[in-house]
T-cell receptor, first 115, second 111 residues
Framework: EAQVTQNPRYLITVTGKKLTVTCSQN?????MSWYRQDPGLGLRQIYY???????DKGDVPEGYKVSRKEKRNFPLILESPSPNQTSLYFC??????????????FGAGSRLTVL | SQQGEEDPQALSIQEGENATMNCSYK?????LQWYRQNSGRGLVHLIL?????REKHSGRLRVTLDTSKKSSSLLITASRAADTASYFC???????????FGQGTTLQVKP
């Protein structure tokens, strides 16, 4: 089944304790992206990657890191989490396309609480 | 940056009624997409309309696009309780491959 898999789905952690949220897709998509969703703010893009070894900042990259060493994986790293990073996180992927009309496939989400 | 703005923010209707949601955007687009999100779950793609199209149908969904007004609407006909969800528009740029999402409309369909 074509899918985007995120782990963990739920996590409660404490301020300053480094954590990684993994994301893997099995559709051979070039483009991958991380979003966070907060009440009243919609989905905001954190980082995206057009292909392996290519990553770019989205709208809210502060406090996050990503890497794209393999096509299928795009982990999100919080080096020193803070309470304002408490949120629902989504990974998504799609094919690149010159018309920019490809559809995103989303993971099920990772709910993170930072105490 | 938020590109699409949905209106209304929340909508409550009875089963069987039609639901209309609107989306406005600011810059030129290549395409506009609508996604659905059940509470706390990942978004699922519903329909895509290209900038050179004016209307598109998919089952009970009808999407219109007016590029002169920079707006789109999503109509769900004969709504069902299972249509209860949040609906997001997203605009696509061919330059970056990015999709920019609006804040969504929360639809409640009462049985």
């Amino acid at each position: 089944e074509a899918q985007v898999t995120q782990n963990p789905r739920y996590l409660i952690t404490v301020t300053g304790k480094k954590l990684t949220v993994t994301c893997s897709q099995n559709m051979n998509h070039e483009y991958m992206s991380w979003y966070r969703q907060d009440p009243g703010l919609g989905l905001r893009q954190i980082y995206y990657s057009m292909n392996v070894e290519v990553t770019d900042k989205g709208d809210v990259p502060e406090g996050y890191k990503v890497s794209r060493k393999e096509k299928r994986n795009f982990p999100l790293i919080l080096e020193s989490p803070s309470p304002n990073q408490t949120s629902l996180y989504f990974c998504a992927s799609k094919q690149n396309d010159v018309a920019g009309a490809n559809v995103l496939t989303f993971g099920a989400g990772s709910r993170l609480t930072v105490l | 940056s938020q590109q699409g703005e949905e209106d209304p923010q929340a909508l409550s209707i009875q089963e069987g009624e039609n639901a209309t949601m609107n989306c406005s955007y600011k810059t030129s687009i290549n395409n506009l997409q609508w996604y659905r999100q059940n509470s706390g779950r990942g978004l699922v793609h519903l329909i895509l309309i290209r900038s050179n199209e004016r209307e598109k149908h998919s089952g009970r969904l009808r999407v219109t696009l007016d590029t002169s007004k920079k707006s789109s609407s999503l109509l769900i006909t004969a709504s069902r309780a299972a249509d209860t969800a949040s609906y997001f528009c997203a605009t696509g740029s061919s330059n970056t491959g990015k999709l920019i999402f609006g804040q969504g409309t929360t639809l409640q369909v009462k049985p």
